[in-house]
């Protein structure tokens, strides 16, 4: 989606807290071992753990503060998709897994290259 996208939006990945810790409820098929993060340093290693499985982050990436303060004032727990225009929220998207739907998202951004173009 970035590729696709990159002439009229940026794209930003927020690593908030581990949505599945061994120290809490796990997934039986989860591809990493995460403990709940205690520091800036166990989300930092814990994050790059995941852009390391996905071989290539194809946008800029940032961690959460461990107090979760984004998490908590995006609602993004476990993910959830946003947009952004000028400082205000235009879209939000449903709370994952469930209602994580990317799809929304390439529709608004094709509504706004539209309209953009006019």
Known sequence: MVDDYKDVADFLVIYIAEAHPLDGWVEEDARTAIS???SVEDRSAAAQQMFTLLE???CESVIDDI?????VAYRALPER???LQSGKVVYQGGPGPHYYIPSEV???LDLYRGESKQ
């Not at 107090?67 to 998490?71: F, L, S, W, Y």
Request: glycine share 0%.
């Open 56 to 58: 290539r982050m194809p």
């Open 36 to 38: 709940t993060h205690r």
């Open 106 to 108: 390439r529709d608004w």
């Open 81 to 83: 998709l946003y947009i």
């Open 67 to 71: 107090d979760d303060n984004t998490a």
